[in-house]
């Protein structure tokens, strides 16, 4: 089973910073089947990126993805107030597919 | 728009069964290329992903929890099932099912696009 870690655990941003969160797998994700997720309280999360890089459906292009291997990193350009959220990768490679702990991504 | 919904018990006694379904709306689950799936979340913890199926009835399941697991498909009414044996207080969580989009022979893995808003499981006696 690949083990996702991610860091930090908790990110103190202010509105209009950059933030920079990591994922990192326990060995080498196939083909970089990855992806990330924004959970906000009470709700679903919601697919912000796949296959490492690629933006789904309607996520504003402030969020971005990168990485390959076992080092893949999420970023927000720019936080706006709705950004402030838990964030989960994903990875869909390997059986079973397994996520992240989460970072939290709070207003300072 | 595709729409999916949880439904089922809130409180299961422990080594009982949880049963919950999920109906999908603004899509056929048939002519879907796609799996679906049920992931579940502990209060305050993490994701895990339970297992997945196709609308053929092929399955996938998570190692840790396959031997208490079984989704099953009802192509006639557009739902599919989770059912979870013997279940104990770890057991307790918010259930979603969620559409997966896989990738040639991905055989249940994928990422999930869309999502119900989630029931939450109690297991207490």
């Known amino acids: 089973e690949i083990v996702l870690t991610q860091s930090p655990g908790t990110l103190s941003l202010s509105p209009g910073e950059r933030a920079t969160l990591s994922c990192r797998a326990s060995?080498?994700?196939?083909?970089?089947?990855l992806a990330w997720y924004q959970q906000k309280p009470g709700q679903a999360p919601r697919l912000l990126i796949y296959g490492a890089s690629s933006r789904a459906t309607g996520i504003p292009d402030r969020f971005s993805g990168s990485g390959s291997g076992t080092d893949f990193t999420l970023t927000i350009s720019r936080l706006e107030p709705e950004d402030f959220a838990v964030y989960y990768c994903q990875q869909y490679g390997s059986s079973p597919q397994t996520f992240g702990q989460g970072t939290k991504v709070e207003i300072k | 728009q595709l729409q999916l919904q949880e439904s089922g018990p809130g409180l299961v006694k422990p080594s009982e069964t949880l049963s919950l379904t999920c109906t999908v709306s603004?899509?056929?689950?048939?002519?879907?290329?796609?799996?679906w799936g049920w992931i579940r979340q502990p209060p305050g913890r993490g994701l895990e992903w339970i297992g997945s199926i196709y609308y053929s009835g092929s399955t996938s399941y998570n190692p840790s929890l396959k031997s208490r697991v079984t989704i099953s498909v009802d192509t006639s009414k557009n739902q599919f099932s989770l059912k979870l044996s013997s279940v104990t207080a770890a057991d307790t969580a918010v259930y979603y099912c969620?559409?997966?989009?896989?990738?040639?022979?991905?055989?249940?893995?994928?990422?999930?696009?869309?999502w119900g808003q989630g029931t939450l499981v109690t297991v207490s006696s």
């Open positions: 060995q080498s994700v196939s083909s970089n089947y």
């Open positions: 969620a559409r997966v989009v896989g990738y040639y022979d991905s055989r249940g893995l994928g990422k999930f696009d869309y």
């Open positions: 603004g899509a056929s689950i048939s002519s879907s290329s796609d799996y």
